[in-house]
């Protein structure tokens, strides 16, 4: 079962200071558009969907600049808006014999362009069959040419697949666009070789604990010995306890002050203590595929009420603003609280463990708390005084 959170409040004590056809062995490459033909391009149109905003117009034409097949490419050039798209139906109808689709792009900056091939059952609604049923490559393009690869048949049978049909329709889209921006596109090609991607590992250094881990799952291995249930609380409590282990604290640093940094409420700046804090700033990123649900993933979820993380894949950045804190305080503890929202039971299995609440010490006397998931999806918002009373 899904978890649900409410949020989140941070505390600082200062003290100041799958396809049927396999590929035939030998299969050559096959060109579907290298723009040489001038007559190739009279088949290919701006693409505007009914129901749907309405993107500017896509002007294009063939150009002698950044070719790599033959002596043209595709220059493509944007008046701006959200997604627009370049479309064409005369492309081949059977991808099954090939493994890897590839294409040659040239821009000026960093942005991200797309491919999509769409087949005779294939979908654009924003459902998971409508998402599933049409294939899309998005790439992050830096400046310069580059190389998009991609695998055309993705397990589970998503799209490109038989089930789905013919292939009908293929498209060159851009992301947001700058008014008068142009690409160049060349080489579009299918290939019946897979890539093979070199193995590579990436370590990561956990803040707050000078672990280094390959992966969430490492991490949790190294950790889950150490992990005692937490005892259920209401934020009132949860709030109360750290109160009294700041009194403590002032015992022993008469200087010390207590931040809260809470959005909406004053007592965050101990030396404008009337200040609203409006420092709490939040993006969700989404990089779950298939890469069909493009639109979805670019929406802009900061300031929604409720926020997801699902795995590392489906997950909101938080920052939070602490330049109240006078440079070269000393931060004797800090504390993030979250407030489940539901009393629903966290599944468990071989893929799920529970959430497990870790607490380091550093060197410094600094107290963190940090919040670990594997395999569970959990809903928070940020939190408020509406939230007394239910379970932290």
């Known amino acids: 079962m899904k978890s649900e959170w409410h949020v989140a409040l941070l505390f600082l004590w200062i003290h100041s200071a799958a396809h049927s056809a396999p590929a035939e062995p030998g299969l050559p490459d096959r060109m579907m558009f290298d723009f040489e033909n001038e007559a190739e391009l009279t088949a290919w149109f701006p693409l505007q969907l009914p129901k749907r905003q309405q993107e500017p117009p896509v002007a294009f034409a063939p150009s002698g600049q950044n070719a790599t097949s033959g002596k043209r490419s595709l220059k493509i050039t944007f008046a701006g808006g959200e997604w627009p798209t370049l479309a064409t139906t005369n492309i081949p109808q059977d991808w099954a014999g090939y493994e890897t689709f590839k294409a040659d792009v040239t821009v000026d900056r960093p942005c991200l362009v797309g491919f999509l091939a769409m087949q005779e059952k294939s979908s654009r609604e924003r459902s998971w069959e409508g998402t599933v049923g049409r294939w899309v490559k998005t790439a992050l393009l830096r400046p310069g040419r580059n190389e998009i690869s991609e695998p055309l048949h993705p397990p589970n049978d998503y799209a490109i697949s038989t089930r789905y049909g013919r292939i009908v329709s293929f498209e060159i889209f851009m992301y947001q666009p700058r008014p008068h921006e142009s690409i160049y596109v060349d080489n579009i090609r299918l290939s019946a070789r897979k890539d093979k991607t070199p193995a590579t590992v990436t370590q990561f250094s956990v803040a707050g604990t000078g672990l280094t881990v390959t992966s969430v799952r490492e991490l949790d291995d190294k950790l889950k010995a150490q ?71 670019a929406e802009n979820f900061g300031r929604a009420e409720t926020q997801e993380i699902f795995m590392r894949h489906r997950c909101p950045l938080m920052r939070v603003d602490l330049s109240a804190i006078p440079t070269g305080s000393t931060i004797h503890a800090a504390k993030l609280i979250v407030v489940r929202a539901t009393t629903d039971s966290i599944a468990t299995g071989s893929n799920t463990n529970a959430t497990r609440i870790n607490t380091q010490k550093r060197s410094s006397g600094a107290k963190w708390a940090g919040v670990t998931t594997a395999g569970i999806r959990t809903f928070f918002r940020f939190t408020s005084r509406t939230d007394r009373g239910r379970a932290a």
Do not use: C
Not at 238 to 245: L, R, S, Y
Not at 258 to 268: A, C, D, P
């Open 227 to 297: 992990w005692k249930s937490p005892e259920r609380k209401t934020l009132d409590q949860a709030e109360a306890e750290f109160h009294e282990g700041f009194a403590q604290i002032k015992n022993e640093h008469p200087t010390v002050v207590l931040s809260v940094f809470r959005e909406g409420e004053k007592g965050f700046d101990s030396r404008n203590p009337e200040r609203v804090y409006a420092g709490w700033k939040d993006a969700y990123f989404s990089s779950h595929g298939p890469d069909g649900m493009t639109a979805e993933r």
